[in-house]
Nanobody, 127 residues
Framework: VQLQASGGGLVQAGGSLRLSCTAS???????IGWFRQAPGKEREGVAC????????YYAESVKGRSTISRDDAKNTINLQMNNLKSEDTAVYYC??????????????????????WGEGTLVTVSS
C-alpha cells in the first residue's frame, strides 16, 4: 500500500486546511494516523482513527481544532484543521497500522509498528 499525503500549504494564523491521505489500495483493515515533525523537533502524533472509524484520538495540542475522518470508498483519510497556529507549522505524515482495535494514545507510541508511511506534506502557518 502506498500512501500519498496532500493538502499542505501556506496559511495565516486562524485559518484552516484539510489534509488528505490517499492510499493505492484498500485501507479497510488499517487504523490511520497523522504525525507531524517541526524543524528541530521530534515527530509527534496528531490524530488517529480506527479501521472502523468508530474511534478517534487527538493530541492535546490539536484537540477541539481538528477532525479526522475516513472515506473508505475513496481510500482516503482526511484531517480538517481549524484555527491554525504558528506552532502547527510542520511536515505532516500519514501512517497506516493494520489493526481492528480502537485507537487511543497507544497509536502514537507505536511508530515502529507502523506498516506504511506516506510522504509528508508541508504546512506553514504565518503569524
Amino acid at each position: 500500500v502506498q500512501l500519498q499525503a496532500s493538502g499542505g500549504g501556506l496559511v495565516q494564523a486562524g485559518g484552516s486546511l484539510r489534509l488528505s491521505c490517499t492510499a493505492s489500495d484498500s485501507l479497510d483493515y488499517y487504523a490511520i494516523g497523522w504525525f507531524r515533525q517541526a524543524p528541530g523537533k521530534e515527530r509527534e502524533g496528531v490524530a488517529c482513527i480506527s479501521s472502523s472509524g468508530g474511534s478517534q484520538y487527538y493530541a492535546e495540542s490539536v484537540k477541539g481544532r481538528s477532525t479526522i475522518s475516513r472515506d473508505d470508498a475513496k481510500n482516503t483519510i482526511n484531517l480538517q484543521m481549524n484555527n491554525l497556529k504558528s506552532e502547527d507549522t510542520a511536515v505532516y505524515y500519514c501512517a497506516a497500522l493494520r489493526t481492528g482495535a480502537p485507537v487511543s494514545g497507544w497509536f502514537f507510541n507505536s511508530p515502529v509498528g507502523i506498516d506504511y508511511w506516506g510522504e509528508g506534506t508541508l504546512v506553514t502557518v504565518s503569524s
